[in-house]
DNA sequence: ATGGAGGCGCACA
DNA sequence: CTGTGCGCCTCCA
């Protein structure tokens, strides 16, 4: 599906350290309005998968809960790890760790 | 074709 | 802070 190849191409770009939104890369990937299409990209994907689908969190700055106990628990250890930091209310500060894409296209 | 169900987002209360 | 409702667009049974 050229949907879903947009948006992992979008989600590759996402640097070391930094986070974007669901509805970010769906516009990023020219796609307007699908963020939760990005949902479903990323729920596609194989555990092998090279994508960086841990640094896509929702508008909040939260890890959106996916069913699979743990998952949510795994994400922000790869978030972490990176040095992205969580508040208090598991949520990351946007402010300092959202991606801003340069507009020239890698 | 059709109706639920999504790793969403935004506006309110 | 939580909860609810609605718009959005695909996927899948």
Do not use: M
């Not at 729920?43 to 106990?69: K, T, Y």
């Amino acid at each position: 599906s050229p949907l879903y190849q947009c948006i992992y191409k979008t989600v590759e770009r996402i640097p070391e350290g930094c986070v974007a939104t669901y509805g970010q890369i769906a516009a990023l990937a020219g796609y307007p309005r699908h963020a939760r299409q990005v949902g479903y990209a990323l729920s596609a994907l194989g555990n092998d998968s090279q994508i960086p689908w841990h640094r896509v969190v929702n508008a909040r700055g939260e890890i959106s809960p996916r069913g699979l106990s743990g998952s949510d628990d795994y994400q922000r250890l790869l978030l972490e790890s990176e040095g992205v930091e969580f508040g208090l209310g598991r949520r990351i500060n946007l402010q300092r760790h959202l991606w801003q894409p340069d507009d020239h296209v890698n």
